[in-house]
């Protein structure tokens, strides 16, 4: 049977991009996604307040979620049925999807998908910006008027750029960062991180780098200013208008990611039967709608957080 469910979806227009080439080592990878790169539309001078495109409301549509008969008397999906259903949302174009999920205690795979593959993760890049500035700075500390914590905040909830990039500049650059994210075990081949907000086209990461440094902060003391800087499913930053009257609806903390082709998703999702879960959902398809990779993200996390545990 089918269980429809209403939610408002949305729509990122566009995002600022860097005209730039990928390096040799990801171009049999990547290339054949992005056969034309876009011209250069940064702004001129950078200003505190160019977050990520502001979403859209556009009219109701429903989302479908697969949940197959109950069996011994349970309701909802077995976690070993996750995987057709997932299989299902991004058929036919799945070489352009790289999805992880794992439950966070035990890392128990729920679905993986092209999981060690390169993905251009647009503003995902700033999941890995704003970890590394919490390893090396306190959440106090000071960036001009402002705290750190303020900085990581803004950066993440509205997905501003340029404080991205400032705090990139801040902690010491990339060489500073990467080897902050060593530290919490983030293979530095699993990514390549050439700005602090995601902008340009040459940043690469796997969906497993992204889950390595969502579980790792976890358990750091910065533990609880990361994960109040994500956005919040239907109530906060740019997750504020997705999900809303769905299971997701204030129970998925996660950072988005808008570039022409690219949309992204990673973050938590408190989960009634699994706990705590770990996410990271890149799609990388220039040829199809930013709309539509929106809707099918969704579903993805959706059809992940109505599933349950076989009996």
């Not at 990122?12 to 005209?19: K, P, Q």
């Not at 997932?86 to 795979?109: A, F, M, Y």
């Amino acid at each position: 049977m089918r269980l429809t469910r209403s939610w408002l979806p949305t729509l990122a227009i566009f995002a600022t991009t860097s005209l730039t080439t990928i390096n040799p080592s990801f171009a049999n990878e990547l290339q054949p996604l992005f056969d034309n790169p876009e011209p250069v539309f940064d702004n001129p001078e950078p200003v505190f307040n160019n977050p990520e495109p502001e979403p859209v409301s556009i009219p109701n549509q429903p989302i479908e979620i697969y949940v197959p008969p109950p069996e011994n008397n349970t309701a909802g999906s077995c976690a070993a049925l996750i995987q057709p259903a997932i299989d299902n949302i991004i058929t036919p174009h799945q070489k352009h999807w790289g999805i992880l999920v794992e439950k966070l205690d035990d890392g128990t795979v729920l679905y993986t998908h092209n999981a060690d593959r390169h993905f251009i993760p647009a503003s995902n890049n700033k999941l890995f910006t704003t970890a590394a500035a919490l390893q090396l700075k306190s959440a106090q500390s000071k960036i001009r008027s402002k705290s750190l914590q303020s900085w990581v905040n803004v950066t993440n909830i509205r997905s501003n750029n340029y404080y991205a990039d400032i705090l990139l500049r801040h902690i010491g650059g990339q060489q500073a960062a990467k080897n902050a994210l060593g530290k919490l075990g983030v293979d530095p081949s699993d990514y390549r991180q050439v700005d602090g907000s995601g902008l340009s086209r040459r940043n690469v990461a796997t969906p497993r780098s992204l889950i390595t440094t969502l579980r790792a902060m976890y358990y750091t003391p910065q533990r609880d200013v990361f994960y109040a800087s994500l956005p919040v499913a239907g109530s906060t930053g740019t997750l504020r208008n997705r999900m809303k009257g769905t299971p997701a609806q204030g129970t998925v903390r996660a950072k988005t990611g808008t570039l022409r082709g690219v949309r992204a998703l990673s973050g938590y999702m408190k989960h009634p039967h699994f706990g705590m879960v770990v996410f990271s959902i890149l799609a990388n398809n220039p040829n199809v709608s930013g709309s539509s990779l929106i809707r099918s993200i969704d579903k993805i996390v959706l059809q992940v957080s109505t599933t349950r545990p076989c009996q």
